[in-house]
């Protein structure tokens, strides 16, 4: 069974670093792009960026460069999102998905809520 | 980039009516448009890719149709489960887009 399991809710202050993961098992983690996806409270869905953990060839929607770094290491099948200068208007559900095909997300995981206040 | 916009932004349904729900691109994407269903507390679930094809386990109520920039995401005989939100992607160019949603809501 395809699953991808993210790493906790983190309450952070504005200026604080955060890396938050999402581990992927039962598939071939190498072989497929994870994208990140935030979703601020009460609004829609923000495609941020991919990673293919096979090479860790990355891309980064105009957004979003920048603003954050997504990493992975294959040897643990894991993801990274990661923040080095956290601000309050980074709250928000943080969500990986694996995309299959033409970069389609199918199975996503269960979402990390990151809050940012002084 | 492209930008998605979805119609309506509501939509009251009666259980067991049609539903019948629209995205729109503002330049053409082809049939890489994606349909997902959004529960609050949930993460998304793919619904529809290809413009048309049905993701695994997804009920056969649930089609998609449309190219281009025109897409129609419709679900035959609502069910309370499916009361719920519902967001396009287009995934043709970079970066993809997801549209703004639509909320279907009980009658």
């Known amino acids: 069974e395809v699953q991808l399991v993210q790493s906790g809710a983190e309450m952070k202050k504005p200026g604080e670093s955060l890396k938050i993961s999402c581990k992927g098992s039962g598939y071939s983690f190498t072989s497929y792009w994870i994208a990140w996806v935030r979703q601020m409270p009460g609004k829609g869905l923000e495609w941020m960026g991919i990673?293919?953990?096979?090479?860790?060839?990355?891309r980064y929607s105009p957004s979003f460069q920048g603003q954050v770094t997504i990493s992975a290491d294959k040897s643990i099948n894991t993801a990274y999102l990661h923040w080095s200068s956290l601000k309050a208007s980074d709250t928000a559900m943080y969500h990986c998905?694996?995309?299959?095909?033409?970069?389609?997300?199918?199975?996503w995981g269960q979402g990390t809520l990151v809050t940012v206040s002084s | 980039e492209i930008v998605m916009t979805q119609s309506p932004a509501t939509l009251s349904v009666s259980p067991g009516e049609r539903a019948t729900l629209s995205c729109r691109a503002s330049q053409s994407v082809s049939s890489s448009l994606a349909w997902y269903q959004q529960k609050p507390g949930q993460a998304p679930r793919l619904l529809i890719y290809g413009a048309s094809t049905r993701a695994t386990h997804i009920p056969a109520r649930f089609s998609g149709s449309g190219s281009g920039t025109e897409f129609t995401l419709t679900i035959s005989s609502l069910q309370s489960e499916d009361f719920a939100l519902y967001y396009c992607?287009?995934?043709?160019?970079?970066?993809?887009?997801f549209g703004p949603g639509t909320k279907v809501d009980i009658k």
């Open positions: 990673i293919y953990p096979g090479d860790s060839d990355t």
């Open positions: 998905a694996r995309l299959f095909g033409q970069l389609v997300p199918d199975y």
């Open positions: 992607l287009q995934y043709n160019n970079w970066p993809p887009h």
